[in-house]
């Protein structure tokens, strides 16, 4: 966070610095196309840098907020004020459509479809006569603000850069919100946010959405700005001119954004006038450099240039603001000896291997219950099919009375089960405190607009108060503000249940949480169990490591081939021939 309130105060300072000095209006002009640009690839940031999402079709809302407001105000009369509500509300139901049907693909699809949107447009636009076909729309009045004309220099450059200011600190300010944290964990996968409850096509749609009105503004802007439109400013080149300027910035940083283009900009106007001094020939060279420049970032510099800076300034460090803050509401736990879980012959088909057949068992409310077997015995299918991960070929799961099979992984996670994983997801370059927050998205309500004006604040604080507590219910109460990326293996599996602990569960699945500890850890994570069962916390705990297990489970389930073998407490485990043939070994 001190960093990014670095970035805003420098270039707030630099905008001033640049709007009282005696600048040529050529420069004016060249920071005013900046503007427009870094409008475009905030939008980006959010859908490639924080989402993951590739895009080429950015430009073709550009097209569609300028084009929204040149054809009204020559052919309707209307003010261009009027104009730009009309060109947002055009741009989103477009990207409503565009979202809902391209963001369910995956991989390269994805690209590819955006590629085809935005050639689409490009000669939808060049061939409508009503839009002046290739030659475009000419004469279009400029921006007068309370009588006063803006024109193309300063006032245009006032107006453009207060927008950006303003565009990249609501960016801020969402991505440091309960939506900000569910739209970055997109990046590393829908698996570990739809357990958190977090509906993932639905943000990927929002992403999506706020992007294009930021690009609809820059059309719209550049309409006023240029007096013209024509295809040309919004074809595929553009659009991948816009996604160059984000990776060279930096894709995942908000400042990166306006770095890009900046940088972008001044060095395309530098090379089209030193190439072909340089060369003797006259020729579109830039474009080779851009490409040399942009293999080599991806190489050696692949977060972009302001991370680059990012890296030398201070540390940040959060305002703990929140010791005050009301306690989120729980929901209501079962008694001491409830039945929570009811596994009902569950089986799992894959083609022609039956993974899961027929697997039926029970947990009850202050129960650690064991599901143990060697490997490839089907106890992480079993896992995904009680979570929603996968679904039931057959069977049925009931929690607390209520049957959850069919249930999508975040529907199950809203009735009150948590879980861990056997790889730990989490992300990164957040903070400990920011991932087990995550853990509570379900427990909070402020939406994407609450966030950019920063009236979602007393939500926040009770979110990150209650996620403070969890860490130190755990023995993680140091770390809070440590990257998560930094922590060993051990304390990531721990904060791992903290953030499931963060969902307010009725029921706890931990996926293999002694993977890869050491035996400190290993003890620390006993004694983190224990202290949960003694709170009344019910456990679901698959796991490899026998000792953890005959510690501290009150009751196994033995698996072998996708079968169940037998069940009982550690004790009658640890005795029975069976297991010990078909997982403790026999002896001799």
């Known amino acids: 966070?001190?960093?990014?309130k670095?970035?805003?105060?420098?270039?707030?300072?630099?905008?001033?610095?640049?709007?009282?000095?005696?600048?040529?209006?050529?420069?004016?002009?060249?920071?005013?196309?900046?503007g427009l640009y870094s409008l475009t690839c905030l939008g980006l940031v959010l859908l490639t840098g924080v989402a993951g999402l590739t895009s080429f079709g950015q430009a073709a809302f550009v097209g569609i907020g300028a084009y929204s407001t040149a054809w009204l105000t020559l052919n309707a009369g209307l003010s261009p004020?009027?104009?730009?509500?009309?060109?947002?509300?055009?741009?989103?139901?477009s990207a409503l459509i565009v979202g809902g049907i391209t963001l369910r693909m995956s991989g390269h699809y994805l690209p590819l479809a955006t590629i085809a949107w935005g050639l689409s447009l490009y000669y939808l636009m060049g061939n409508i006569?009503?839009?002046?076909?290739?030659?475009g729309l000419l004469g279009i009045q400029g921006l007068s603000l309370f009588g006063w004309d803006l024109g193309q220099g300063r006032g245009f450059y006032a107006l453009t850069w207060f927008t950006v200011v303003l565009a990249a600190l609501a960016v801020?300010?969402?991505?440091?919100s309960r939506a900000g944290r569910a739209m970055r964990s997109l990046r590393t996968g829908t698996l570990m946010a739809e357990a958190m409850g977090v509906p993932t096509l639905h943000y990927k749609i929002t992403i999506f959405l706020i992007a294009a009105l930021l690009a609809s503004l820059s059309g719209w802007l550049l309409a006023h700005f240029q007096r013209t439109v024509n295809p040309s400013s919004f074809g595929l080149k553009m659009g991948i001119e816009y996604l160059f300027m984000t990776v060279v910035g930096g894709v995942s940083h908000v400042w990166g954004a306006i770095t890009g283009a900046l940088l972008t900009k001044l060095l395309e106007d530098q090379l089209q006038v030193l190439l072909p001094q340089w060369i003797g020939t006259s020729g579109s060279y830039e474009t080779i450099v851009f490409g040399i420049v942009l293999v080599l970032m991806l190489k050696y510099l692949p977060d972009g240039l302001w991370s680059f800076v990012e890296k030398r300034l201070p540390s940040p460090q959060r305002t703990v603001d929140w010791e005050r803050a009301a306690a989120l509401p729980e929901r209501t736990k079962p008694a001491h000896g409830d039945l929570v879980l009811d596994v009902?012959?569950?089986?799992?088909?894959?083609?022609?291997l039956v993974a899961v057949n027929d697997i039926s068992f029970q947990i009850k409310a202050g129960q650690i219950v064991g599901l143990i077997g060697p490997n490839g015995a089907g106890k992480s299918t079993t896992f995904n099919l009680i979570t929603g991960v996968l679904s039931l070929t057959s069977g049925d799961v009931v929690f607390r009375g209520q049957k959850i099979g069919g249930l999508r992984s975040r529907e199950i996670a809203a009735r009150g089960i948590s879980r861990t994983f056997q790889h730990v997801k989490m992300i990164a370059d957040m903070t400990v405190l920011e991932n087990v927050a995550l853990g509570a998205h379900l427990r909070g309500a402020k939406g994407v607009l609450a966030a950019m004006t920063r009236l979602n604040r007393t939500e926040e604080q009770q979110l990150f108060r209650e996620a403070q507590r969890q860490l130190e219910r755990i023995g993680m109460g140091a770390y809070l503000h440590e990257q998560a990326g930094n922590l060993a293996m051990g304390p990531q599996r721990l904060m791992e249940i903290a953030r499931a602990l963060c969902s307010d569960p009725a029921l706890l699945l931990l996926d293999e949480p002694a993977a890869g500890l050491r035996h400190q850890e290993k003890a620390a994570l006993a004694g983190v169990l224990r202290q949960l069962r003694s709170e009344g916390m019910s456990?679901?705990?698959?796991?490899?490591?026998?000792?953890?297990?005959?510690?501290?489970?009150?009751?196994?389930?033995?698996?072998?081939?996708?079968?169940?073998?037998?069940?009982?407490?550690?004790?009658f485990i640890q005795q029975s021939p069976e297991v010990r043939a078909a997982y403790l070994g026999t002896e001799h």
């Open 539 to 571: 456990i679901l705990l698959v796991e490899h490591d026998m000792d953890l297990v005959m510690d501290v489970c009150d009751h196994l389930v033995v698996m072998e081939f996708g079968t169940f073998l037998t069940q009982g407490t550690p004790e």
């Open 6 to 34: 670095y970035g805003l105060w420098a270039l707030v300072v630099a905008l001033i610095a640049v709007a009282v000095l005696p600048l040529p209006d050529f420069w004016i002009t060249q920071l005013n196309y900046i």
């Open 129 to 135: 006569d009503a839009l002046g076909k290739y030659d």
């Open 1 to 4: 966070m001190l960093a990014r």
């Open 81 to 93: 004020w009027v104009t730009l509500f009309i060109g947002l509300a055009i741009t989103a139901v």
């Open 172 to 176: 801020l300010h969402l991505l440091d």
């Open 344 to 352: 009902q012959t569950i089986r799992k088909v894959f083609g022609g």
